[in-house]
């Protein structure tokens, strides 16, 4: 008990502003026993309660403990906000994570940064830092989150230039979103079947296959409605197409009525317009004039 009476006899002159000066040792013995503890005026109350306990006359009065002691001292800190040290290590933590966070922004990792925000502003919600980048960043997710939804709904019904300008768009709001993994993947399986059916119809209309070029064309375009490619070689297949089906009627007439002259110079004329029709297709592959 003589450690918490010494330590408050020390603060007690700190708070009166002087140390009282003793002449002898039995003065100051008497003055310990028999007189009350001085007026303190630059202490709180509890200050002055815990005090005042620490040099109580009575021995069994005082503070049996030094942890009985330090149990009182640190709710008084804690009620006068004395405790500012782990307050200031926890912003500086915020403030790191709150860094990090954008530095994984800066090199597109957006799902850890939105991580690491998350986890600052949980940490300190006063901290405005951390707030501002967790909001921003859940924004972006969900305006990526909207656009990948609409990307999975019209996936079969939007044009293939649309759909890559809204790819675009939510990979600029959110890059490694991972909705945009899946859309993005079912986007590269539709263009290249989109590329493989244009690629089949036009080699098929060069050969003079028309009814295979027709359908691998109408293939293509179901997968792209709006390419500009394959445009004038539908309708120059559909054109061609027509045409010989026009022939084909008059052939199978001729040969009904038994016009076999008629019926072979339709069928050659058919086959030039047919070969004709091919080579002019295939003039742009190869550099020739049309």
Same mark, same amino acid.
């Given at each position: 008990?003589?450690?918490? !009476?010494?330590?408050?006899?020390?603060?007690?002159?700190?708070?009166?502003?002087?140390?009282?000066?003793? *002449?002898?040792? $039995?003065?100051?013995?008497?003055?310990?026993?028999?007189?009350?503890?001085?007026?303190?005026?630059?202490?709180?109350?509890?200050?002055?309660?815990?005090?005042?306990?620490?040099?109580?006359?009575?021995?069994?009065?005082?503070?049996?403990?030094?942890?009985?002691?330090?149990?009182?001292?640190?709710?008084?800190?804690?009620?006068?906000?004395?405790?500012?040290?782990?307050?200031? /290590? /926890?912003?500086?933590?915020?403030?790191?994570?709150?860094?990090?966070?954008?530095?994984?922004?800066? +090199?597109?990792?957006?799902?850890? &940064?939105?991580?690491? *925000?998350?986890?600052? $502003?949980?940490? +300190?919600?006063?901290? =405005? *830092? %951390?707030?501002?980048?967790?909001?921003?960043?859940? /924004?972006? !997710?969900?305006?990526?989150? /909207?656009?990948?939804? @609409?990307? +999975?709904?019209?996936?079969?019904?939007?044009?293939?230039?649309?759909?890559?300008?809204?790819?675009?768009? %939510?990979?600029?709001?959110?890059?490694?979103?991972?909705?945009? #993994?899946?859309?993005?993947? #079912?986007?590269?399986?539709? %263009?290249?079947?989109?590329?493989?059916?244009?690629?089949?119809?036009?080699? =098929? &209309?060069?050969?003079?296959? !028309?009814?295979? =070029?027709?359908?691998?064309?109408?293939?293509?375009? +179901?997968?792209?409605?709006?390419?500009?490619?394959?445009?004038? &070689?539908?309708?120059?297949?559909?054109?061609?197409?027509?045409?010989?089906?026009?022939?084909?009627?008059?052939?199978?007439?001729?040969?009904?009525?038994? @016009? !076999?002259?008629?019926?072979?110079?339709? &069928?050659?004329?058919?086959?030039?317009? @047919?070969? *004709?029709?091919?080579?002019?297709?295939?003039?742009?592959?190869?550099?020739?004039?049309?």
């Amino acid at each position: 008990m003589f450690m918490p !009476w010494a330590l408050f006899t020390s603060s007690c002159s700190i708070l009166r502003g002087y140390r009282r000066s003793v *002449a002898s040792y $039995a003065r100051l013995r008497e003055l310990h026993v028999k007189e009350a503890v001085p007026f303190l005026p630059k202490g709180t109350a509890r200050d002055i309660q815990i005090i005042s306990r620490c040099l109580a006359k009575d021995p069994d009065a005082r503070y049996q403990s030094v942890a009985e002691l330090l149990d009182d001292l640190e709710e008084e800190a804690t009620a006068h906000g004395v405790r500012g040290a782990p307050q200031d /290590q /926890q912003t500086c933590e915020v403030d790191e994570m709150v860094g990090e966070a954008k530095q994984r922004v800066e +090199q597109g990792h957006f799902c850890a &940064a939105l991580n690491l *925000a998350r986890r600052a $502003a949980d940490t +300190q919600p006063e901290h =405005a *830092a %951390a707030q501002d980048m967790r909001d921003m960043l859940q /924004q972006r !997710w969900d305006q990526a989150q /909207q656009l990948y939804a @609409s990307l +999975q709904q019209d996936l079969h019904d939007r044009n293939l230039e649309e759909q890559l300008a809204l790819l675009s768009e %939510a990979v600029k709001c959110f890059p490694d979103h991972p909705e945009g #993994r899946l859309i993005l993947v #079912r986007l590269e399986i539709k %263009a290249r079947n989109h590329r493989h059916a244009t690629e089949d119809g036009l080699h =098929a &209309a060069q050969r003079g296959e !028309w009814e295979f =070029a027709m359908s691998s064309l109408e293939r293509a375009a +179901q997968l792209n409605s709006d390419s500009a490619d394959i445009e004038g &070689a539908t309708r120059q297949v559909a054109s061609v197409l027509h045409h010989m089906r026009d022939a084909r009627e008059l052939i199978d007439k001729a040969i009904a009525a038994e @016009s !076999w002259d008629y019926a072979l110079a339709l &069928a050659r004329g058919v086959d030039a317009y @047919s070969n *004709a029709m091919a080579d002019a297709l295939r003039a742009p592959a190869s550099g020739e004039p049309r």
